[in-house]
């Protein structure tokens, strides 16, 4: 079982921009897929940003799409997501979840380790 630790939250304003990162323990972490989503107070968790193992195909909610990039280095088992634009209606806990397959999945079930999750507020 994979261990995954993110970092970067925080508070920032409306328009600024933010970069996540997600540690992962994890020899193999070359043959899957990763993700983010994310869970504001109240609602359910949802996909935000995913990648497929190569970090050549990506997958991104509409929400998000054009201001959002997530990228990974396996050689430093890292996955990476950068936030521009930021708006009100992003803020929630952010989470990186490792994939049970090499492709890009939308779906929970599709992810079989996380990580405990990083706060960003985005006040407007």
């Known amino acids: 079982q994979a261990q995954l630790a993110e970092s970067g939250g925080g508070l920032v304003q409306a328009g600024d921009s933010l970069r996540l990162s997600c540690v992962v323990s994890e020899r193999t972490l070359s043959n899957y897929a990763m993700a983010w989503f994310r869970q504001a107070p109240g609602k359910e968790r949802e996909f935000v940003a995913g990648?497929?193992?190569?970090?050549?195909?990506?997958d991104y909610a509409a929400s998000v799409k054009d201001r959002f990039t997530v990228s990974r280095d396996n050689a430093k088992n890292m996955l990476y997501l950068q936030m521009n634009s930021l708006k009100a209606e992003d803020s929630a806990v952010y989470f990186c979840?490792?994939?049970?397959?090499?492709?890009?999945?939308?779906?929970?079930?599709?992810?079989?380790?996380w990580g405990q999750g990083t706060p960003v507020t985005v006040s407007s």
């Open positions: 979840a490792r994939g049970s397959v090499g492709t890009t999945r939308r779906g929970l079930q599709w992810y079989n380790d």
């Open positions: 990648i497929d193992w190569s970090g050549h195909k990506t």
